[in-house]
């Protein structure tokens, strides 16, 4: 982990407990063409930004802001050659999605109830991400990012058809076999209805059940009678929404995504509560009927942190008959599944591709990576970096690790070479977890290693992921300028900003490419105005509490503006298609906004073909070079 992953991202140890227990828009090459504007619709167009005091207590709306125009990035050593916007030619359109955390709000599993230790400074940021105020309403914040998506349709420079959607992990919350059939149905277009246990009424800590009514949760209805407000009601001064929980529990046609989609393993797909390993308890305690509703007597949060950083759980599971419950509606939908049973759920869809990259063999391993060719020009390698030993950071295991050598070495070499965009959940740096505690005692692959392999392929332009709830964009560099790939980092569909992004590769037919990345909002007001009676109007109030979340890093999860909009350049790494014959008069070039470049000069004539083999050969001999990674920025 490093500083630049927002404190809503911090480890959730205490799910312990309930095993225990129980620059200028891109516009100017289709210009006159009668396309639609390029970047309508999108961020470029006009984005979300915090808006102004609702009220006395502080709470705030949004409000439209200003199109952010991509920013040039050059932190790989490669200059923006002039005259490339009249050149570019569209190699890969596509859709990211990333940390959906599709959420059961009722289920027996959560433990909500261990947020509250975020504010004690003995415990702060242990228990983070427990609970949120806009939990249940993630269905329909998913739908209006699906109809966002598909209203766009094209990505905004190059104006190519979007090739396909891609999830990178936290598609679900809590690993549980009702969530991941409502992600699934949210993508396909398939009616289902977001609700769990007793369909006549919400049974969760938003409720007004007066025997558990507790006053660290929002309860939109309002408190039981005789019973104080909320704190979120009365400090940070939080609506009442009367009737928002049987609207966000209704049955509803989501959009659908009218393309391939693919997904990646997150941490939340693959484990409880995003941190811990399935098991017999666990699942039980998800199907059941007994929701812990507190901590048993004598169990301080201290006793929960000990017990889970000295891996001896055993005095919390002596207290499980103590804990405090609340009964609810058992539901067996609520099973938690293992990483093979969400593999193979994805073959019971509608959508396309079967499976949605998943394959038969994945399902007989238990392994969730794998590798598709979107164009004839690109190879897509789907990582899985869950460590099933547990905590909510990632690493490989060795044998995949060997896969993916073998798969970059397919894609490299004379007739076969083509350009990799790998995708996972995890950021290089937060795979940097090493935890071995299954039969399988091999040490774990961590971040470091990975980019080092795929630095020692030249092909390799771009990385794709989630996990962070924060927009980026990190250079990582090899040793010869233009060498190495960017990282691309997108924010939550669960937090604030509550964004997406359209990503292009573009070959600009001068030695270099562009990867555009663009943010995308869902489709949805600014205001939900008192509207409880469709999806893009829920997803509206949604984001508007996650800006009002006061655990929430809002500022840091939208990034800097050189990490949202931006145009990453890099060196071509083999010739892709013909270059255009000289003009006799160069038009010149829209004025971008560039960030200055911070090293190296960039050779793009006929001697660069020859730098990039001499350094695969150093590499692939072992003599890997010195790396400079992530922080080109002054």
Same mark, same amino acid.
């Given at each position: 982990?490093?500083?630049?992953?927002?404190?809503?991202?911090?480890?959730?140890?205490?799910?312990?407990?309930?095993?225990?227990?129980?620059?200028?828009? %891109?516009?100017?090459?289709?210009?006159?063409?009668?396309?639609?504007?390029?970047?309508?619709?999108?961020?470029?167009?006009?984005?979300?930004?915090?808006?102004?005091?609702?009220?006395a207590?502080? @709470?705030?709306?949004?409000?439209?802001?200003?199109?952010?125009?991509?920013?040039?990035?050059?932190?790989?050593?490669?200059?923006?050659?002039?005259?490339?916007?009249?050149?570019?030619?569209?190699?890969?359109?596509?859709?990211?999605?990333?940390?959906?955390?599709v959420?059961?709000?009722?289920?027996?599993?959560?433990?909500?109830?261990?947020?509250?230790?975020?504010?004690?400074?003995?415990?702060?940021?242990?228990?983070?991400?427990? @609970?949120?105020?806009?939990?249940?309403?993630?269905?329909h914040?998913?739908?209006?990012?699906?109809?966002?998506?598909?209203?766009?349709?094209?990505?905004?420079?190059?104006?190519?058809?979007?090739?396909?959607?891609?999830?990178?992990?936290?598609?679900?919350?809590?690993?549980?076999?009702?969530?991941?059939?409502?992600?699934?149905?949210?993508?396909?277009?398939?009616?289902?209805?977001?609700?769990?246990?007793?369909p006549?009424?919400?049974?969760?800590?938003?409720?007004?059940?007066?025997?558990?009514?507790?006053?660290?949760?929002w309860?939109?209805?309002?408190?039981?009678?005789?019973?104080?407000?909320?704190?979120?009601?009365?400090?940070?001064?939080?609506?009442?929404?009367?009737?928002?929980?049987?609207?966000?529990?209704?049955?509803?046609?989501?959009?659908?995504?009218?393309? #391939?989609?693919?997904?990646?393993?997150?941490?939340?797909?693959?484990?409880?509560?995003?941190?811990?390993?399935?098991?017999?308890?666990?699942?039980?305690?998800?199907?059941?009927?007994?929701?812990?509703?507190?901590?048993?007597?004598?169990?301080?949060?201290?006793?929960v942190?000990?017990?889970?950083?000295?891996?001896?759980?055993?005095?919390?599971?002596?207290? %499980?008959?103590?804990?405090?419950?609340?009964?609810?509606?058992?539901?067996?939908?609520?099973?938690?599944?293992?990483?093979?049973?969400t593999?193979?759920e994805?073959?019971?869809?509608?959508?396309?591709?079967?499976?949605?990259? @998943?394959?038969?063999?994945?399902?007989?391993d238990?392994?969730?990576? @794998?590798?598709?060719?979107?164009?004839?020009?690109?190879?897509?390698?789907?990582?899985?970096?869950?460590?099933?030993?547990?905590?909510?950071?990632?690493?490989?295991d060795?044998?995949?690790?060997?896969?993916?050598?073998?798969?970059?070495?397919?894609?490299?070499?004379?007739?076969?070479?083509?350009?990799?965009?790998?995708?996972?959940?995890?950021?290089?740096?937060?795979?940097?977890?090493?935890?071995?505690?299954?039969?399988?005692?091999?040490?774990?692959?961590?971040?470091?290693?990975?980019r080092?392999?795929?630095?020692?392929?030249?092909?390799?332009?771009?990385?794709?992921?989630?996990?962070?709830?924060?927009?980026?964009?990190?250079?990582?560099?090899?040793?010869?300028?233009?060498?190495?790939?960017?990282?691309?980092?997108?924010?939550?569909?669960?937090?604030?900003p509550?964004?997406?992004?359209?990503?292009?590769?573009?070959?600009?037919?001068?030695?270099?490419?562009?990867?555009?990345?663009?943010?995308?909002?869902?489709?949805?007001?600014?205001?939900?105005?008192?509207?409880?009676?469709?999806?893009?109007?829920?997803?509206?109030?949604?984001?508007?509490?996650?800006?009002?979340?006061?655990?929430?890093?809002?500022?840091?999860?939208?990034?800097?503006?050189?990490?949202?909009?931006?145009?990453?350049?890099?060196?071509?790494?083999f010739?892709?298609?013909?270059?255009?014959?000289?003009?006799?008069?160069?038009?010149q070039?829209?004025?971008?906004?560039?960030?200055?470049?911070?090293?190296?000069?960039?050779?793009?004539?006929?001697?660069?073909?020859?730098a990039?083999?001499?350094?695969?050969?150093?590499?692939?001999?072992?003599?890997?070079?010195?790396?400079?990674?992530?922080?080109e920025? #002054?």
């Amino acid at each position: 982990m490093t500083d630049r992953q927002p404190t809503r991202r911090t480890v959730l140890k205490g799910a312990a407990v309930v095993g225990g227990l129980q620059c200028f828009p %891109a516009r100017g090459a289709w210009a006159g063409t009668g396309r639609p504007p390029a970047g309508a619709g999108t961020t470029l167009d006009s984005t979300v930004v915090r808006g102004a005091a609702l009220n006395a207590a502080g @709470y705030v709306g949004v409000t439209g802001g200003p199109g952010e125009p991509h920013v040039v990035r050059d932190g790989l050593g490669v200059k923006a050659q002039r005259g490339r916007e009249g050149r570019r030619t569209g190699l890969l359109s596509f859709s990211h999605l990333t940390d959906i955390h599709v959420i059961d709000a009722q289920s027996p599993a959560r433990v909500e109830f261990l947020d509250r230790y975020d504010d004690d400074p003995r415990t702060r940021t242990l228990f983070s991400s427990a @609970y949120r105020p806009q939990e249940m309403l993630m269905p329909h914040v998913a739908e209006s990012m699906v109809a966002a998506v598909g209203r766009i349709g094209r990505g905004p420079v190059s104006r190519r058809r979007l090739d396909f959607a891609i999830c990178t992990g936290d598609n679900n919350d809590n690993s549980q076999l009702n969530e991941l059939r409502w992600q699934i149905a949210v993508l396909d277009g398939t009616a289902f209805t977001p609700g769990s246990g007793d369909p006549a009424r919400f049974e969760g800590v938003h409720d007004q059940d007066a025997a558990t009514y507790d006053v660290h949760y929002w309860h939109p209805d309002g408190a039981p009678q005789g019973k104080q407000d909320d704190n979120l009601r009365r400090v940070s001064g939080f609506p009442l929404v009367k009737g928002l929980l049987e609207a966000a529990t209704r049955t509803f046609t989501p959009t659908g995504l009218s393309m #391939p989609w693919y997904t990646a393993f997150g941490n939340h797909d693959g484990l409880v509560q995003g941190n811990f390993p399935i098991s017999f308890q666990l699942t039980r305690a998800a199907q059941g009927p007994a929701k812990i509703v507190s901590l048993p007597a004598g169990v301080t949060p201290l006793d929960v942190e000990r017990a889970v950083t000295t891996g001896s759980p055993g005095t919390l599971a002596a207290a %499980a008959t103590a804990a405090p419950v609340r009964i609810v509606t058992a539901d067996p939908m609520r099973r938690v599944l293992t990483r093979a049973e969400t593999v193979k759920e994805h073959f019971t869809t509608g959508g396309t591709p079967l499976g949605h990259g @998943y394959t038969a063999q994945n399902v007989a391993d238990g392994t969730a990576y @794998y590798v598709f060719e979107p164009s004839p020009q690109v190879r897509a390698i789907v990582l899985d970096t869950v460590n099933p030993n547990g905590n909510s950071n990632g690493s490989l295991d060795p044998d995949q690790f060997a896969w993916l050598r073998a798969r970059l070495e397919e894609a490299s070499g004379p007739g076969r070479n083509r350009l990799v965009v790998v995708f996972s959940h995890h950021t290089i740096e937060s795979m940097d977890n090493a935890l071995v505690a299954t039969e399988d005692q091999r040490p774990r692959v961590q971040g470091p290693a990975v980019r080092d392999l795929l630095l020692q392929f030249p092909n390799v332009v771009l990385w794709v992921n989630g996990h962070t709830h924060r927009n980026r964009a990190s250079a990582f560099r090899g040793s010869v300028d233009g060498v190495g790939f960017w990282q691309l980092n997108t924010s939550a569909h669960v937090d604030w900003p509550c964004q997406s992004r359209l990503v292009e590769l573009v070959d600009n037919r001068d030695g270099t490419l562009s990867i555009f990345a663009t943010l995308l909002d869902v489709a949805a007001p600014l205001a939900y105005a008192g509207r409880l009676d469709s999806s893009p109007a829920l997803a509206s109030l949604s984001r508007e509490l996650a800006l009002n979340d006061p655990q929430a890093n809002q500022d840091s999860a939208r990034g800097m503006v050189e990490d949202r909009n931006v145009e990453l350049l890099v060196r071509a790494p083999f010739a892709l298609t013909a270059r255009p014959a000289p003009k006799a008069k160069q038009r010149q070039e829209p004025v971008s906004r560039q960030l200055p470049a911070t090293g190296g000069t960039t050779a793009l004539a006929a001697g660069a073909a020859t730098a990039l083999a001499a350094a695969v050969v150093l590499r692939r001999r072992g003599a890997v070079d010195p790396i400079a990674s992530a922080g080109e920025l #002054p």
